[in-house]
């Protein structure tokens, strides 16, 4: 799974998330380009269900598994 934040993330911000995501037990690598933010999550996230991973921050523009190829 990806979450792609928005372009106005604070750095704070995608930490806060990241130790969130630690807490349910998932490791994420967080990816920051120019013009996007992106945490991939790796483990077992086939039972996440991205409404709710899009709830952790609103700063989270998009979680999904089955864009990765689009969005990346």
């Given at each position: 799974m990806i979450i792609v934040l928005k372009k106005?993330?604070?750095i704070?911000?995608?930490e806060r998330i990241i130790q969130d995501l630690k807490s349910?037990?998932?490791?994420?690598?967080?990816?920051?380009e120019?013009?996007?933010v992106v945490i991939s999550l790796i483990g077992d996230t086939a039972t996440m269900n991205p409404q709710q991973v899009q709830q952790i921050s609103?700063?989270?523009?998009?979680?999904?598994?089955n864009?990765?190829?689009d969005i990346i």
């Open positions: 106005t993330v604070p704070t911000e995608i349910l037990k998932i490791v994420s690598e967080k990816i920051i120019k013009h996007q609103p700063f989270i523009e998009q979680a999904d598994v864009k990765v190829a």
